[in-house]
């Protein structure tokens, strides 16, 4: 038995750049950090040879093929892996809440796997986050950008570069704990009650980028994650609020459906009880909406919205297997 442990995360700033129909042709840079909100995954060996999957409803079948959970078939074909039970539990809803779980769970499980085989980890993270991204994307045929995974397979604060030779650099941001614990104190993480699915936002987001017409969006999405890892790199926390705010304001320009009515009345309500800048969590339509404010705005900022509030602190560590027995 295998169980992995692996991390959600926020991007502050970047989001969009990170889809290979951008960065293939300009570069993409994203500014994020893991949370200590997780998907575990267990493998075990399964007695009668067949196949059990457990997530949100059970699945019992013989062969990979036949299981309707897209990232557990492929990875299960990809790993050539039989005979196994999968089962995920997850701190957060799955499917849609903005935090990049169905990537965390793709890592997860992909870490899981090559353990399952193996009986080793030693590789580097980027190998869990490009096998996972190539199971997602490519095999799965989900529109995803590649930052999720990578945030998944490495925590911590990070600054990623998504490269036109399609490589990734990593560089964490080793900011003084004391002004990290301050930036992290100020950031308010509210729940909108409802998950959405991604891929069709996605897809808009990609076609716009692929033909160009949203670049001008794309490259100031960009350099705003630049300059947040400037500031941050040498602990300088003062703009985030308004970095942030100037970041969903452009990426609300990459594709219908990324706002709504309902995001925008939230937004509005938290500027005027105080936050100086936020942003909604992942692709559009829902999820989590954070902010950033001065502590002494936080109670009136909660109270104007009436959104179930979520603790979290950054989570310094990636995905990593918590349990092992190879009885």
């Not at 969009?16 to 075990?44: C, Q, W």
């Not at 980890?121 to 799965?140: K, M, V």
């Not at 704990?177 to 891929?199: C, I, P, Q, Y």
Request: proline share 2%; aromatic share 10%; glycine share 10%.
């Amino acid at each position: 038995m295998i169980i992995t442990r692996t991390p959600l995360r926020i991007s502050l700033c970047g989001g969009g750049t990170d889809l290979p129909e951008f960065y293939l042709r300009h570069g993409g840079a994203v500014v994020s950090f893991a949370i200590d909100k997780f998907i575990y995954v267990m493998v075990n060996k399964k007695f009668d040879g067949g196949i059990r999957v457990s997530y949100s409803i059970t699945e019992n079948v013989d062969e990979p093929d036949q299981l309707k959970h897209d990232i557990v078939r492929n990875a299960l074909k990809e790993f050539e892996a039989t005979g196994i039970e999968v089962v995920s539990v997850a701190d957060i809803p799955g499917g849609g809440s903005g935090l990049g779980s169905s990537s965390s769970f793709a890592v997860g499980l992909t870490l899981a796997l090559t353990r399952y085989n193996e009986l080793s980890t030693n590789r580097h993270p980027s190998t869990f986050a490009e096998t996972a991204y190539h199971i997602e994307r490519e095999l799965c045929g989900h529109p995803v950008g590649k930052q999720d995974h990578y945030a998944a397979a490495y925590g911590g604060l990070r600054f990623i570069e998504f490269n036109q030779d399609d490589t990734v650099s990593v560089q964490p941001i080793r900011m003084k704990e004391v002004v990290r614990n301050v930036m992290e104190s100020k950031m308010l993480l509210f729940w909108l009650g409802k998950t959405r699915h991604a891929d069709g936002i996605l897809k808009k987001q990609a076609n716009a980028l692929d033909n160009g017409s949203t670049d001008y969006y794309a490259q100031k999405i960009k350099a705003g994650a630049i300059y947040l890892f400037a500031d941050l790199d040498r602990n300088c926390i003062d703009r985030i609020g308004y970095n942030l705010d100037h970041n969903w304001q452009l990426k609300k320009e990459l594709a219908n459906g990324i706002t709504n009515k309902v995001i925008d009345k939230h937004y509005s309500k938290a500027i005027e009880a105080g936050a100086i800048g936020g942003k909604l969590c992942g692709a559009g339509g829902s999820g989590f909406l954070l902010f950033y404010a001065e502590h002494k705005y936080h109670l009136d900022i909660e109270k104007a919205l009436g959104l179930r509030r979520v603790p979290f602190q950054i989570c310094d560590e990636g995905s990593q297997v918590i349990y092992e027995d190879n009885r």
